[in-house]
């Protein structure tokens, strides 16, 4: 599988770049936006795993920019962040995203993430990887009980 990475943290980008190679994969490396623009041409991908924060072109306008692109537009998207915070969350969610993983979350749910996205949409599970439904108030009430017995 043909996979671009588009980060502007070399440590990750490499560290990525080097867990999907031992995983078989072909990585594509690329620094910002503009960069991951440039490489989109360089071979058929199957995948597109992007930071959401960077300098010269965020990942979410270079989401725009590959969803415009007919030849583009199919390849599976994957977001990663440092930030999980409801502004970061709520700007990839609003753009129809494929996918988002936490940078600090272990390498096998990024893998996990990958499987998901590559898996024709008729033969996924249902729910993602990493979902976590939403909590019931009696779930909430359950927790507070328990953090004031300690």
């Not at 729910?127 to 300690?150: H, V």
């Amino acid at each position: 599988m043909n996979i671009l990475i588009v980060d502007d943290e070399p440590e990750y980008r490499m560290l990525l770049g080097h867990f999907l190679e031992g995983e078989g994969h072909t990585v594509f490396l690329a620094e910002h936006g503009e960069d991951g623009l440039k490489k989109l041409d360089d071979a058929e991908l199957d995948l597109i795993i992007s930071d959401v924060y960077m300098p010269k072109m965020d990942g979410l306008k270079f989401y725009k920019h590959v969803r415009a692109s007919v030849r583009h537009q199919k390849i599976p998207f994957l977001f990663v962040s440092g930030f999980d915070d409801q502004h970061t969350t709520s700007a990839v969610k609003s753009s129809n995203l494929d996918g988002f993983c936490r940078k600090a979350r272990p390498l096998s749910e990024l893998n996990a993430w990958i499987k998901y996205l590559t898996t024709p949409i008729n033969k996924r599970p249902l729910t993602p990887p990493g979902f976590i439904p939403d909590r019931t108030e009696k779930d909430r009430k359950r927790d507070r009980s328990l953090r004031s017995n300690r």
